[in-house]
């Protein structure tokens, strides 16, 4: 059963705590929101879950049931003192304490841990905190998590899914597509949330399905570069980044007189191939 306003409000009052922007916390009021994050996470007892952002718990009680781990990330001292006392007994509970990023591309290390040494599937089911969101499931897929459903902001959704040729397509877009089978699965209304948000949101899944192995990083810095010159021709950003737009271009058979938004992330991933 969802917790309501009023009972989070109530924990959050016992917690000595708040709703804080900083760690862009939002709460889920909605009962059947609670049960879609669920069932979109296709958990069984044999996954181990990652939850970032738990809050007061009101997802957490649904994921415990229904996974056979669950690891839960809370940078908020306070938060992280109330789910220690609410749920610690339960041997299937894992919290960890602190940032879930260090740094904007490397998650936390004991995160990254848990991730790297399970012996079972690992899935992150999760309300994001909006902050954290987009560098979050990147590293998160890169790391070899094999399935994530999460709610972020509408507009953070729409850029994963986005096509060439749109406003919302760019780095992103297109590591989020060369990682995973990218699925939005409904939009989610502000009244779902408390503190409400000022815009809507979107339940997202990703489906691991990695293209790029060891070279996500070096692709990833690659994408940042050439959409930072996104309004010039992909010949003109390639000689800015450094790199011989000639031969490179003439490797892939790709049109220099386009634009890197124009191409598909297949044929961004050519011509990042062509440069190593």
């Not at 003109?236 to 220099?256: P, V, Y």
Request: proline share 5%; aromatic share 6%; glycine share 8%.
């Amino acid at each position: 059963m969802a917790q309501t306003k009023r009972q989070i409000e109530s924990l959050l009052a016992e917690a000595g705590s708040h709703p804080r922007h900083r760690f862009g916390q939002n709460f889920m009021i909605d009962q059947n929101l609670v049960r879609l994050v669920a069932d979109a996470g296709d958990i069984n007892p044999n996954d181990c879950v990652i939850e970032v952002g738990p809050g007061t718990g009101t997802l957490t009680e649904e994921l415990l049931e229904r996974a056979g781990k669950l690891i839960v990330v809370e940078i908020d001292r306070d938060l992280a003192a109330m789910l220690r006392n609410r749920l610690g007994g339960n041997p299937k509970f894992q919290l960890i304490e602190g940032d879930a990023l260090a740094g904007k591309h490397h998650l936390n290390a004991e995160l990254l841990g848990v991730i790297q040494n399970a012996n079972q599937p690992v899935k992150l089911v999760a309300n994001l905190p909006y902050n954290i969101a987009s560098p979050l499931v990147i590293e998160m897929l890169i790391a070899g998590v094999k399935l994530l459903a999460f709610t972020v902001q509408k507009e953070v959704a729409e850029r994963i899914a986005a096509k060439p040729e749109t406003g919302e397509y760019g780095p992103l877009t297109v590591m989020a597509q060369l990682l995973s089978r990218v699925e939005v699965l409904r939009t989610l209304p502000p009244q779902a949330f408390w503190p409400a948000p000022k815009i809507e949101s979107s339940l997202v899944r990703l489906l691991h399905n990695n293209l790029l192995g060891e070279n996500a990083g070096p692709f990833g810095r690659f994408m940042h570069t050439l959409f930072s010159f996104r309004r010039k021709t992909l010949r003109k950003a390639l000689l800015q980044a450094g790199i011989d737009a000639d031969m490179t271009l003439s490797a892939t058979g790709i049109d220099g007189t386009l634009r890197a938004e124009e191409f598909s992330p297949q044929e961004l991933l050519a011509l990042f191939d062509a440069t190593h």
